[in-house]
């Protein structure tokens, strides 16, 4: 592919996010202007491009791979994904409450409120015994990023134990609630690799803010864990559009 001004791609004003540029690659790989293996134009090409620099670049193509849209390969540069991501399937939609778009997205904002809520309460009430405990929990983590299914398990073990250490009954109970709604939805965004080993690294950073009884830290690795899938989420179901890729079947993508 002959990369180009002339391929219809846009630079980006300085004040739009990651998140926008991420779109806009989302939206060039549905449209097939790469194909599925390809790499992707250098990080300098993109930058200038899209007229951004190479942390919100990176941080883009980040959340790409996150959804399972490219991957990334250390020194290697970025490709596009040859098989659908296990993200980009839609049963975790069909049955409970998460029947549409706007519900899941209603989920996943009420997560990032109340786990950064409870964290930081966590920060302060936590003590030794249960710190040891994610202590474990994440050193366990790091032996099962390549399994899904014990990692997935891991993650949500750690969280409960963050939940209890609040001694919040009723937060918790709520933050229970929804995790039980989302939780099909939470595991297949572990099913990446890429996935695994983001969330891996940042329950260390959210470990190391509880062991300094810091709410603020805390609350800041919590958010900062919860919403690379959040920027993932929406890039896949920002446009109303988007329902119809998501009811289109297994790895279906948007047309533009």
């Given at each position: 592919?002959?990369?180009s001004?002339?391929?219809?791609?846009?630079?980006?004003?300085?004040?739009?996010?990651?998140?926008?540029?991420?779109?806009?690659?989302?939206?060039?790989?549905s449209?097939?202007?790469?194909?599925p293996?390809?790499?992707?134009?250098?990080?300098?090409?993109?930058?200038?491009?899209?007229?951004?620099?190479?942390?919100?670049?990176?941080?883009?193509?980040?959340s790409?791979?996150?959804?399972?849209?490219?991957?990334?390969?250390?020194?290697?540069?970025?490709?596009?994904?040859?098989?659908p991501?296990?993200?980009?399937?839609?049963?975790?939609?069909?049955?409970?409450?998460?029947?549409?778009?706007?519900?899941?997205?209603?989920?996943?904002?009420?997560?990032?409120?109340?786990?950064?809520?409870?964290?930081?309460?966590?920060?302060?009430?936590?003590?030794?015994?249960?710190l040891?405990?994610?202590?474990?929990?994440?050193?366990?983590?790091?032996a099962?990023?390549?399994?899904?299914?014990?990692?997935?398990?891991?993650?949500?073990?750690?969280?409960?134990?963050?939940?209890?250490?609040?001694?919040?009954?009723?937060?918790?109970?709520?933050?229970?609630?929804?995790?039980?709604?989302?939780?099909?939805?939470?595991?297949?965004?572990?099913?990446?690799?890429?996935?695994?080993?983001?969330?891996?690294?940042?329950?260390?950073?959210?470990?190391?803010?509880?062991?300094?009884?810091s709410?603020?830290?805390?609350?800041?690795?919590?958010?900062?864990?919860?919403?690379?899938?959040?920027?993932?989420?929406?890039?896949?179901?920002?446009?109303?559009k988007?329902?119809?890729?998501?009811?289109?079947?297994?790895?279906?993508?948007?047309?533009?």
């Open positions: 592919m002959n990369f001004s002339s391929t219809g791609f846009s630079p980006l004003p300085r004040t739009t996010l990651s998140e926008q540029l991420a779109k806009q690659l989302a939206s060039r790989i449209e097939g202007n790469w194909a293996g390809e790499k992707l134009p250098s990080e300098a090409e993109l930058c200038k491009v899209f007229n951004v620099g190479r942390s919100s670049l990176r941080e883009a193509l980040t790409l791979a996150f959804i399972g849209l490219i991957r990334i390969r250390a020194g290697g540069g970025s490709y596009v994904a040859e098989q991501s296990p993200y980009l399937t839609t049963t975790w939609l069909k049955g409970g409450l998460l029947t549409s778009a706007k519900t899941l997205g209603e989920f996943v904002e009420a997560r990032l409120i109340l786990e950064t809520e409870v964290v930081g309460l966590c920060a302060k009430r936590v003590n030794p015994e249960e040891r405990e994610m202590e474990l929990l994440v050193g366990q983590m790091k099962f990023i390549r399994d899904s299914a014990e990692f997935s398990r891991l993650d949500l073990a750690f969280h409960l134990r963050v939940g209890m250490a609040a001694k919040n009954e009723v937060l918790n109970n709520i933050l229970s609630s929804i995790r039980e709604q989302s939780m099909d939805l939470i595991t297949k965004s572990l099913l990446l690799e890429e996935g695994m080993e983001y969330a891996h690294r940042t329950h260390i950073k959210i470990l190391e803010a509880l062991r300094q009884h709410p603020v830290k805390a609350q800041d690795a919590m958010r900062t864990h919860l919403r690379l899938f959040q920027r993932g989420y929406n890039v896949l179901f920002d446009d109303p988007n329902d119809s890729w998501v009811n289109s079947g297994p790895g279906s993508l948007p047309s533009s």
